[in-house]
């Protein structure tokens, strides 16, 4: 339980941040500010309906515009967020899809293609439970949305940790649209571009989006002697929407969407962590590798949707009914040198640094499906206002994992199969009514089922054991998930609020049996969360700001133990889990043409069970935690959680000039987080002590904005940091992107 010095600093933070916000904004005189331009309204729907931002009593930010424009110009994947938005992480030991996202410290490490996470996505309104489907690239994109703390009452799914929200741009009654394209360092090609407009006026309406991007191979392969092997990748992706409007009260929107991937997995790199620091290894460099299976290395990726959300708005102060079906598919496979290096201790030459057995593995997804239907209710009846529905998904999934023999030229000696399916349905309710002009109160409750029927077996194993039988389990549980919330209007410019929420997390279920022979299931988790904040404008428009602070208990909290030894997962319950700290946010125009925002959090979180211990590293790395009950093991009791750093903390500033008709403009952002641990054990080897990465775009922008040039560059310091590990061979990891420099010209019409 945190200490009251821990709560009073944490509101003394939130309060003098709230005060830089205020200050910023200072120079202006309210005589000055009558010719000011104000930064104009946020809109966001974090409750399922559109509000200003800072009528919402939780934790969200929203992120468009200039600054989502600069940190996508590098042609990055959904990993680009990462530590741009307070207290939220990405990373992936999958490659540009399969993000693992963590907020406030909680996520999941698990890199199982079935493996169940606490922070949900949500893709125009219908949730990407498989964490491949939530690599479906960004594009066209209207708004970025992040919402902090449990979200279960209205999203649902999987949500105790917050919710990744996106919406793309809608088909407009209007003709427009727009195209762009840069090339960038590594023959990085990023082309985007839509066009939107109607087909019969003012009822019928579409939008077509595309996005290609692809980089050449651009890490050399010593081992093998070839140039530029490793880390391409093509990538393509379409969508099209039809608006049909016959009436002011009826309307459909069909979306219809595809992706395709090809190319090469996240490459791994054997002992390049200084054994005994957490230091690269002396002549690491990040565009070589020396391995002798990544000539087989192929990651490939499809996935295709569509969804059906319609409205009826039943008028003269009756409710709106809402109805979203949805159906996604993927399908993948990924071969990757998981060992990082070549040979083995038995079968020298080997290196780089000792490799005590080789590894090289595939993981495949020969059929995924997943159908989703909401419908709602909602609407306003004087000072009430409520949302009422029902929700069902229904998730079929097969998996197939390969074990290869490298000193055998990559010869097949293992294999197993999983098969998962899911159902689940919930009904779910939240009201707010307005106690006064100033006071608003809100609650919202929902129930939940869900079951899963699970089964795997292994057909063949790279160590000589038997194969196991057909190995069968069945979690069920149902929850009850419920907020509570109150904001008030202190000033015009001002709100404060509270907010308490339960979060649910399913039972998991994980079974990679080409290297194990048991099945792990974690039970139901739930997290309880306080919060509270304020939320405000100032200097007549010109400034915007939020702060909150936050405490969070969660209980049976579900972990893995990722590697320790064998290329598997092991699912673990954690008794309980704490996390406290406070997130800042502020935008401001101090001067005309000038904007600045700025972003920070801090997030304590902590392992509460006397009981837990799990098997370290099998790398020889220098554990620091005591021994566990059990020879070989730890005990991981008082511990950070995983990829949960205490800072992070972004800045961005854009600058523009008028020239003639047209202006120059100038944009810097930049994105920094503190120490972060790799896994639930403590080592001094498998940890990254911080990451600062910044971005520069500078171009001309010409009269209307029609069209624009700019040169860019991403991780401009080219900052070297480790974004995970390996743990159960050698000391491999996996790094962050290099610098990337480049151009792009845009135009709309």
């Not at 640094?353 to 499906?369: K, L, R, T, W």
């Amino acid at each position: 339980m945190k200490s009251p010095a821990s709560i009073r600093a944490m509101l003394v933070a939130s309060v003098s941040l709230s005060a830089f916000a205020l200050a910023l904004a200072a120079p202006h005189t309210a005589a000055a500010a009558d010719d000011a331009t104000t930064l104009g309204e946020v809109i966001v729907t974090a409750q399922k309906k559109s509000e200003n931002i800072n009528d919402v009593p939780l934790s969200v930010t929203a992120v468009s515009g200039q600054k989502l424009d600069a940190i996508r110009s590098g042609g990055g994947d959904i990993r680009m967020l990462s530590a741009r938005i307070p207290s939220l992480t990405l990373e992936s030991s999958f490659g540009r899809t399969f993000p693992r996202p963590y907020i406030r410290g909680l996520g999941n490490t698990d890199f199982d293609i079935n493996a169940s996470q606490p922070v949900s996505f949500i893709y125009d309104e219908v949730v990407l439970e498989n964490p491949v489907l939530k690599g479906f690239p960004l594009f066209d994109i209207a708004q970025v949305e992040v919402l902090r703390g449990p979200q279960g009452t209205l999203f649902g799914r999987n949500t105790p940790a917050g919710v990744l929200k996106f919406e793309s741009a809608k088909p407009t009654k209007e003709f427009e649209g727009y195209g762009s394209a840069s090339y960038a360092t590594f023959s990085t090609m990023n082309l985007e571009g839509a066009v939107s407009g109607p087909i019969i006026a003012d009822v019928l309406s579409a939008r077509l989006s595309g996005l290609y991007q692809r980089r050449s191979d651009w890490v050399d392969n010593t081992r093998s002697g070839d140039k530029n092997d490793s880390e391409g990748y093509d990538q393509y992706a379409l969508r099209g929407q039809l608006l049909y409007t016959p009436t002011a009260e009826f309307s459909a929107l069909l979306n219809l969407h595809y992706q395709h991937l090809n190319g090469t997995p996240r490459v791994f790199r054997a002992n390049i962590i200084q054994r005994g620091t957490n230091n690269f290894a002396t002549g690491f460099k990040r565009d070589t590798i020396s391995q002798d299976a990544q000539s087989r290395a192929i990651q490939k990726v499809e996935s295709s949707g569509a969804n059906l959300k319609l409205t009826y708005d039943f008028g003269d102060g009756m409710p709106a009914l809402t109805s979203i079906t949805a159906y996604e598919r993927v399908d993948t496979y990924s071969r990757a040198d998981i060992d990082g290096g070549f040979g083995a201790s038995f079968a020298p030459p080997f290196g780089p640094g000792f490799i005590p057995f080789p590894s090289e593995s595939a993981d495949g997804v020969p059929f995924h499906g997943q159908f989703t239907q909401e419908i709602r209710l909602a609407g306003d009846n004087g000072p009430l206002g409520y949302t009422v529905g029902a929700f069902y998904f229904n998730e079929s999934i097969k998996i197939d994992s390969y074990s290869f023999n490298t000193l055998a030229g990559g010869a097949l000696d293992g294999r197993a199969y999983q098969s998962q399916k899911t159902e689940s349905w919930a009904v779910f309710a939240n009201l707010d009514y307005d106690v006064s002009e100033q006071l608003n109160v809100a609650g919202g409750i929902r129930y939940s089922d869900d079951s899963k029927d699970f089964l795997a077996q292994r057909t063949r194993s790279p160590f000589g054991a038997p194969n196991t039988a057909v190995l069968r389990t069945s979690p069920n549980s149902s929850d009850v998930s419920f907020n509570v919330s109150a904001t008030y209007a202190a000033t015009e410019d001002l709100n404060l609020y509270a907010r308490v929420a339960r979060g649910y997390r399913a039972p998991s279920i994980q079974g990679r049996l080409v290297f194990g022979d048991t099945l792990s299931v974690a039970k139901k988790e739930t997290v309880m969360s306080y919060e509270a904040g304020v939320k405000g404008t100032a200097a007549e428009g010109r400034a915007r700001f939020d702060a909150s602070v936050f405490y969070y208990r969660a209980n049976d909290l579900q972990v893995t133990a990722v590697g320790g030894g064998a290329n598997f997962n092991r699912l673990l319950n954690a008794d309980k889990a704490t996390g406290y700290g406070f997130e800042f946010n502020a935008e401001a125009e101090p001067v005309d043409r000038l904007m600045l925002t700025a972003g920070l959090s801090y997030n304590h979180t902590e392992l509460q069970d006397p009981a837990l211990f799990t098997q370290p590293c099998g790398s020889g790395c220098t554990v620091r935690d005591p021994a566990g009950p059990i020879a070989g093991t730890v005990r991981i009791d008082g511990n950070n959680l995983p990829n949960a750093p205490r800072w992070i903390a972004s800045v961005t500033a854009g600058y523009s000039w008028p020239v003639g008709e047209g202006s120059v403009f100038v944009f810097s952002d930049w994105a920094y987080r503190s120490k972060i641990n790799f896994f639930l054990y403590e080592s001094t080897e498998y940890n990254d002590a911080k990451l600062l990465e910044g971005g520069l775009r500078i171009g001309y922008r010409a009269p209307g904005e029609a069209w624009e040039v700019a040169a860019f560059g991403r991780n401009i310091t080219n900052d070297k940091s480790l974004e995970g590990g390996i743990d159960f061979n050698n000391l491999t990891g996996f790094v962050n992107d290099p610098r990337t420099i480049g151009v792009e010209v845009k135009a709309k019409f």
